[in-house]
């Protein structure tokens, strides 16, 4: 298997437009995480999937933020509209069969709003 | 909520020494203690975990111990190597909300 997949690597966008980050998770895997990574925050859960449903979305920053997940092997996380607080890394990671196991992490995206 | 306080942020030591990190949380119930090792420009990736029933687990060079009493956990990483040079994340379960919370980091730097 390739891994978790993510894309785009890298997106520079304007404040204001809609950005879509996208994730494919490890075959077989039934939990799909989404991280996002700063300096001053780390690594903070955003939101994640088992079975394709979402479980908590908690840590979505606001109203602007929004995930889906339509199959197992695709999720997306859409900020609408973008600000330049959203400039982060943005990881996407899944796992197999429970929360508290080994999570797999994507590459990443870097987002930067300018 | 789960709370897990990471220390030292930044580690530099001589290579073929050994490095030390430390992590305590605040959830009692907790018994899952992952550390990821984070390279430049790449995702964080799984290098060992311990759970609550253990007290020590090692696979060569690195080893994890856990205190449940005082609610701390540690990575020791011997003999490093320049390859040893990245970010490390503890982290455990935030078991109320079945989720992973991270620490804070750890930048460990290896001087040849």
């Known amino acids: 298997d390739a891994g978790v997949i993510q894309s785009p690597r890298h997106e520079v966008t304007e404040m204001g437009q809609e950005v879509t980050l996208r994730c494919k998770p490890i075959?077989?895997?039934?939990?799909l995480f989404w991280y996002r990574q700063t300096m001053m925050r780390g690594l903070e859960l955003l939101i994640y999937?088992?079975?394709?449903?979402?479980?908590?979305d908690s840590g979505m920053p606001e109203d602007r933020f929004s995930a889906k997940m339509p199959n197992a092997s695709f999720s997306t996380l859409k900020i609408q509209p973008s600000e330049p607080r959203d400039s982060a890394v943005y990881f996407c990671a899944s796992s197999y069969s429970r929360v508290f196991t080994e999570a797999f992490f994507g590459q990443g995206t870097r987002l930067t709003v300018v | 909520g789960e709370n897990v306080e990471q220390h030292p942020s930044t580690l530099s030591v001589q290579e073929g020494d050994s490095a030390v990190i430390k992590c305590t949380y605040s959830?009692?119930?907790?018994?899952?203690f992952p550390w990821y090792k984070q390279e430049l420009g790449k995702g964080p990736q799984l290098i060992i975990d311990?759970?609550?029933?253990?007290g020590e687990k090692k696979d060569q060079r690195i080893a994890v111990t856990l205190n449940k009493t005082a609610k701390h956990f540690s990575l020791h990483i011997t003999e490093t190597q320049p390859e040893d040079s990245a970010v490390y994340f503890c982290a455990a379960p935030y078991s109320s909300a079945s989720k992973i919370i991270f620490g804070s980091g750890t930048r460990l730097s290896i001087r040849p």
């Open positions: 959830d009692s119930a907790s018994n899952y």
């Open positions: 075959s077989g895997h039934d939990y």
């Open positions: 311990i759970r609550s029933n253990v």
């Open positions: 999937f088992n079975n394709n449903v979402p479980i908590d």
